[in-house]
T-cell receptor
């Protein structure tokens, strides 16, 4: 079983609130990712990181921001949540550096509902 | 346009029966294809990886096939169990960049009934 953890698992908040979704992995992986998943739809990459102090935006435009101060930690922050941010957010990591065959290890997800 | 299409969108079978899920892709250049299983409320977990030179690979009751010429893959589940109820996601990787882009299908939702 993958050692990658997300908190909170479920979050219901009001519009305009600031939220941070936490993601930690104990596998020492350099690559980490945030995906957004809506029911019946494919996963969309919103942020990724190749290591400490490295962050990039993914394919899907997102108003969220991320940071990578430590290898094991990759939090995602929404400064002002809106109902359109309601979704499932999945954090993942992989170990290969610069390779394209890395298996993704996913956390269990954070389901965000913005009222 | 690089795409991954999965069929059927959903499938219901009885416990003990076999089933086959399909994945067609247009990703080029092709590097590898993975099948993931995602239980409800959980993150996806890798079942198997197929590279260009591999035609078939088994993982217990799961058998994946790959036809790189027709750009098709299938996942065959034998003697289904209730625990097989999940979404099965096909993910294709290209060699186009150091990022090694991943292209996700929308998944097939499998329900196994007793």
């Amino acid at each position: 079983e993958a050692d990658i953890y997300q908190t909170p698992r479920y979050l219901v908040i009001g519009t305009g609130k600031k939220i941070t979704l936490e993601c930690s992995q104990t596998m020492g992986h350099d690559k980490m990712y945030w995906y957004q998943q809506d029911p019946g739809m494919e996963l969309h990459l919103i942020h990724y990181s190749y290591g400490v102090n490295s962050t990039e935006k993914g394919d899907l435009s997102s108003e969220s921001t991320v940071s990578r101060i430590r290898t094991e930690h990759f939090p995602l922050t929404l400064e002002s949540a809106r109902p359109s941010h309601t979704s499932q957010y999945l954090c993942a990591s992989s170990e290969e550096k610069g390779a394209d065959t890395g298996e993704l290890f996913f956390g269990e997800g954070s389901r965000l509902t913005v009222l | 346009k690089n795409q991954v299409e999965q069929s059927p969108q959903s499938l219901i079978i009885l416990e003990g029966k076999n089933c086959t899920l399909q994945c067609n892709y247009t990703v080029s250049p092709f590097s590898n294809l993975r099948w993931y299983k995602q239980d409800t409320g959980r993150g996806p977990v890798s079942l198997t990886i197929m590279t260009f030179s591999e035609n078939t690979k088994s993982n217990g009751r799961y058998t994946a096939t790959l036809d790189a010429d027709t750009k098709q893959s299938s996942l065959h589940i034998t003697a289904s169990q209730l625990s097989d109820s999940a979404s099965y996601i096909c993910v294709v990787s290209d060699r186009g960049s150091t990022l090694g882009r991943l292209y996700f299908g929308r998944g097939t939702q499998l329900t196994v009934w007793p």
